[in-house]
DNA sequence: TATTATTGTCACAATTTGTTACAATAATAA
DNA sequence: TTATTATTGTAACAAATTGTGACAATAATA
């Protein structure tokens, strides 16, 4: 169970945080055909961003991106990989981040560190749908899925920082182990079919498609069979961590 | 011309950088048929590093990782990419760093901002190896190419560092302008096909290596030839930019 | 029991890659 | 001057991979 934080955790200033540092995170699902993303929205702004944090100073980099993912997502042992750390100076523009702590009530100068320039590591991950259970963090009042196809404005630079995570996912997906991640235990390869087209976001062959996937020697055929279409009931697969470590 | 610094600029608590973020820059050359990179060596003691620096507070990162890689190198618009960025625990160890301090008779406090754990973005630079004039920092007294097959030991962990970039360097060598931006302005197919062999760390065929090479299209073949040897000249060609960008 | 949609697999074509072969040629040796 | 040598550019063919269509199998529905 998640620990809830407090306002006055913010108004602390930044101690036991590294200082200028943040971490982003693209936090992928695909539900119906259509691959999603967790946001955040804030109280009583129509702000929305993505779940972010900051790295402790007795905590490893990655460990606090996983620690960001854990707390959002309330999952554990998820696929997550660092993609492009952003440091550009005009992603730094306080205004929306005073609104939204203005909304909670709260008032600071410029020179709290909230308010600074921040260097931001972006990680995606890669979740199960069905299994993620949201939780917003303590400056949101909601946290939610959303369609990638169809996203909102999002805050300061969210919009480049996914763009760069969906490249990343594209360019790697015949890589390493992207699709299987993102589906559920069993699955068929009508539905692994589905979500690659998806990513790539173009129609795929069939048959060559399925002797691609099978070549690789890392899906385990399940005997059981789904059923429930008015055809010929097709194999469920298994992702096998072991057959072919990366 | 670049501006030395003095050793009173270190004495200054960081200001005007941002704190806890560093750049190592693993900068690659191609030189009688061996990959190099450039070292740091310090004063009075054998700890070798990779060329790094601190970002200003009112600079991009990859400008920063820009104006390290000119001032080691006296070399303006080269090849340059960001790769990974490490933050482990167990990469923040003052001691070297005090020792080298130390011989620059200045002696700091565990809380001095350089002695703090650092983050760092780690940068591959891939330089034309006869242009590139080095030049070492503040704390060196040399900044010389290295064998990359035969590296001494470096300092913290910039082994690993030098590993991630050569990994990266192997998997991005056919999707991006790789090959191309460590060699001269001319070269032969010859040439090319060493330094792949090189980087991939295995031999090639020479006729598909051509073919493929030229299938590209982004090679202009030049008129003149190279002459030197007992046999038939070979073309030279010259990476054409504006054929296929990127 | 026929119809329908989808599945698993095969077969063949098209393309790409691996490999060998061979003529061309620039320097050197005879 | 001519033969030798090493390397180059390219063609030719083989092997492997990928693209594409076809077809029988079959689970639900009509």
Known sequence: MRERLHPEEIQADGAGFLPSLAIDTVIFGFHEGQLKILLLEYKNTNWLALPGGFVRETENLNDAARRVLAERTSLQGIYLEQFYTFGDLDRYDPTPLRAIMSAHGLNYSDHHWL????????????VDFTKAVPVPDLLADRCDWYDLANLPPLMQDHQKIV???????RIELDRKLIGFNLLSETFTMADLQRLYETILGQKLHRSGFQRKMLSLEILERLDKQYSGGAHKAPYLYRFAFDKKPE
Chains 1, 2 share one sequence.
Not at 115 to 126: E, H, K, N
Not at 163 to 168: I, V
């Open 115 to 126: 308010l600074r320039r921040f260097v931001s590591v972006g990680y995606y991950a890669l």
């Open 163 to 169: 763009q760069k995570a969906l490249d990343t996912l």
